[in-house]
């Protein structure tokens, strides 16, 4: 069974800096697709970033492109996501997920597993 654990939200102000982990378990996870979401109240969910596990190829939503960088560590079994230059309009819980196949994968209706969330509040 796989099991997504996010960490590393928090309350930061704008311009400041998160980084937000999410331990994978359950599987070998060579041939996943492995995407951040972000939800914000009243809003649905949307598209952060997400990076195909074995090649390393990254994509991301174009009003985070330059500002947060999704990565990943083999041996920690996790994938990352640094978000600099945070503005308020980045607030939102924000959630991992992975899906066994690649190609660019931007829908949530995509992805077969979900983490809880993790929320990040940027105060203006």
């Known amino acids: 069974q796989v099991q997504l654990v996010e960490s590393g939200g928090g309350l930061v102000q704008a311009g400041g800096s998160l980084r937000l982990s999410c331990a994978a378990f359950?599987?070998?996870?060579?041939?996943?697709?492995m995407g951040w979401f972000r939800q914000a109240p009243g809003k649905e969910r949307e598209f952060v970033a997400a990076?195909?596990?074995?090649?390393?190829?990254?994509y991301y939503k174009d009003n985070v492109k330059g500002r947060f960088t999704i990565s990943r560590n083999f041996a920690m079994s996790t994938v990352y996501l640094q978000m600099n230059s945070l503005k308020p309009e980045d607030t939102a819980v924000y959630y991992c997920?992975?899906?066994?196949?690649?190609?660019?994968?931007?829908?949530?209706?995509?992805?077969?597993?979900w983490g809880q969330g993790t929320q990040v509040t940027v105060s203006s």
């Open positions: 359950g599987r070998t996870f060579t041939t996943y697709t």
């Open positions: 997920a992975a899906v066994d196949v690649g190609g660019r994968r931007s829908d949530p209706s995509e992805y077969d597993y």
């Open positions: 990076i195909r596990w074995r090649l390393g190829d990254t």
